[in-house]
T-cell receptor, first 113, second 112 residues
Framework: EAQVTQNPRYLITVTGKKLTVTCSQN?????MSWYRQDPGLGLRQIYYSMNVEVTDKGDVPEGYKVSRKEKRNFPLILESPSPNQTSLYFCASSLGGLQETQYFGPGTRLLVL | SQQGEEDPQALSIQEGENATMNCSYK?????LQWYRQNSGRGLVHLIL?????REKHSGRLRVTLDTSKKSSSLLITASRAADTASYFC????????????FGQGTRLTINP
C-alpha cells in the first residue's frame, strides 16, 4: 500500500532532550516536506527536500534540522526541544514537487514539557 | 508567511445543502490545491487547479480560480455528514521556490 508513515505517533518529552521523528514513504517520491499545525495558525512548512541531499528551509525552520540521506526517509530532528515546539507534525511527499498531489502522513503529536 | 486565507472560518449547514468556501492569497502562484482534514488526522488531497485554469470539477467538488482577484472557491454540492471536516487551500509561492503555504482552514459541519 502506497503510504507515508511517521513514528512515533505520540510523544511526550522534556525541554532539551533531543528527539527525532521519522518519516518514510514507499512511493519513490522525490519531494518530501515537514509541517507543523497549531490552532489558529494552520499548517506551516518547516523544511522541504527536493531530492537526496537537497534540503531547504520552509517558513518556520528555527529549532529544527532535517536530513535526506535516502530517497524514502526524511527525519525531523529537534536538537533541544522547547515548549513552543509542542505541536502536531505532518510529513508529506509528492512525486515531483508542488505541481503534484501531496501525500500526508498520519501526524505526530508532540508535547514538550 | 501565511499566504492563503479561508473564508468563512467555520460553516455549518444541513445535509443536502451546498457548501462554499473561499480562499484568498497574496502573491503569484503556479497552482492552488484544496485539502480536507478530518479531526486531527492527515490531510487528504482533493483537487489541484493550475494558474491557467479557471474551473475544475471532481465528483461533487467544483473549484474556481480567479488569478486577477487572487482568490479561489471550493463548492461541495449535495453535502453529506461525511463531508464534515476542515478544508484548507494551499498555494505554491512563485518567488519562493518549492514552498507550499497553507491557509488557516474552514471548519465545515454538516448537520443531519
Amino acid at each position: 500500500e502506497a503510504q507515508v508513515t511517521q513514528n512515533p505517533r505520540y510523544l511526550i518529552t522534556v525541554t532539551g532532550k533531543k528527539l527525532t521523528v521519522t518519516c518514510s514513504q514507499n512511493m519513490n517520491h522525490e519531494y518530501m516536506s515537514w509541517y507543523r499545525q497549531d490552532p489558529g495558525l494552520g499548517l506551516r512548512q518547516i523544511y522541504y527536500s527536493m531530492n537526496v541531499e537537497v534540503t531547504d528551509k520552509g517558513d518556520v525552520p528555527e529549532g529544527y534540522k532535517v536530513s535526506r540521506k535516502e530517497k524514502r526517509n526524511f527525519p525531523l530532528i529537534l536538537e533541544s526541544p522547547s515548549p513552543n515546539q509542542t505541536s502536531l507534525y505532518f510529513c508529506a511527499s509528492s512525486l515531483g514537487g508542488l505541481q503534484e498531489t501531496q501525500y500526508f502522513g498520519p501526524g505526530t503529536r508532540l508535547l514538550v514539557l | 508567511s501565511q499566504q492563503g486565507e479561508e473564508d468563512p472560518q467555520a460553516l455549518s449547514i444541513q445535509e443536502g445543502e451546498n457548501a462554499t468556501m473561499n480562499c484568498s492569497y497574496k502573491t503569484s502562484i503556479n497552482n492552488l490545491q484544496w485539502y480536507r482534514q478530518n479531526s486531527g488526522r492527515g490531510l487528504v488531497h482533493l483537487i489541484l487547479i493550475r494558474s491557467n485554469e479557471r474551473e475544475k470539477h471532481s465528483g461533487r467538488l467544483r473549484v474556481t480560480l480567479d488569478t486577477s482577484k487572487k482568490s479561489s472557491s471550493l463548492l461541495i454540492t449535495a453535502s453529506r455528514a461525511a463531508d464534515t471536516a476542515s478544508y484548507f487551500c494551499a498555494t505554491d509561492v512563485v518567488e519562493e521556490g518549492q514552498k507550499l503555504v497553507f491557509g488557516q482552514g474552514t471548519r465545515l459541519t454538516i448537520n443531519p
